[in-house]
């Protein structure tokens, strides 16, 4: 069965630190998907990223950057010099792809970061 | 729509009574997903549709919960003889191919946030 693990509960940081937020996910299947969505205060979800099991690169969008690793089934989230904007809830989900759309989210990261 | 709408956004409820959340998702989205958030809690699963019909609905934690969706669009979740363990709020989704593939992330609305008294 599919488990996603965020073992951060809550993340408080001062503005311009670097943050890391951790995602461990369990799958028996080959061929799966990664996402990380961003819940801020006002609730809706947004999507940041996705990756699929075939593609092992790490990714860099402004200041997010993303390591995934297979080998220790991690797909990190780092946030560099963090501003009070970046304060929200981060999930980390995975997809199956014989799991017919179902996506498996963790617990979520609530991450503040303080001015 | 621009995005995918739920209504109502808020909702308070005596336990016991019936309540009914709707889902319009983004026009064109053929896979549509319902999830639940409770306080502190992180999302919740409850049942996936593919155009009409519902593949999956592993989710839906008990004979309570219904949910159903007509002409591949609008989707209703409904909750009978409500509980305050009901009390959460209640997420939707829609992507545009089958399920959330690589190429078709999930888009959610702003929920529905239910308290039953």
């Known amino acids: 069965a599919q488990k996603v693990t965020q073992a951060q509960t809550e993340i408080s940081v001062v503005e311009k630190e670097d943050v890391t937020l951790d995602c461990v996910y369990e799958t028996r299947d080959t061929t799966y998907y990664l996402f990380w969505y961003k819940q801020p205060p006002s609730g809706e979800l947004v999507f940041l990223i996705r990756?699929?099991?075939?593609?092992?690169q790490n990714e860099i969008s402004g200041r997010y950057s993303w390591n995934f690793q297979k080998s220790t089934s991690s797909f990190n989230f780092t946030i560099t010099a963090s501003q009070v904007v970046d304060s929200a809830v981060y999930f980390c989900a995975s997809l199956s792809g014989n799991q017919g759309g179902k996506l498996i989210f963790g617990q979520g990261t609530e991450l503040s970061v303080k001015p | 729509g621009a995005g995918v709408s739920q209504s109502p956004s808020n909702k308070v409820t005596e336990k016991g009574k019936d309540v009914e959340l709707r889902c319009d998702p983004i026009s064109g989205h053929t896979a549509l997903y319902w999830y639940r958030q409770s306080l502190g809690q992180g999302l919740e699963f409850l049942i996936y549709f593919q155009g009409n019909s519902a593949p999956d609905k592993s989710g839906l934690p008990s004979d309570r919960f219904s949910a159903e969706r007509t002409g591949g669009s609008v989707s209703t979740l409904t909750i009978q003889r409500t509980q305050q363990e009901d009390s959460a709020v209640y997420l939707c989704a829609s992507s545009r191919g089958r399920g959330a593939t690589y190429n078709s992330p999930l888009h959610f609305g702003n929920g529905t946030r239910l308290t039953v008294t």
């Open positions: 990756r699929n099991s075939f593609d092992e």
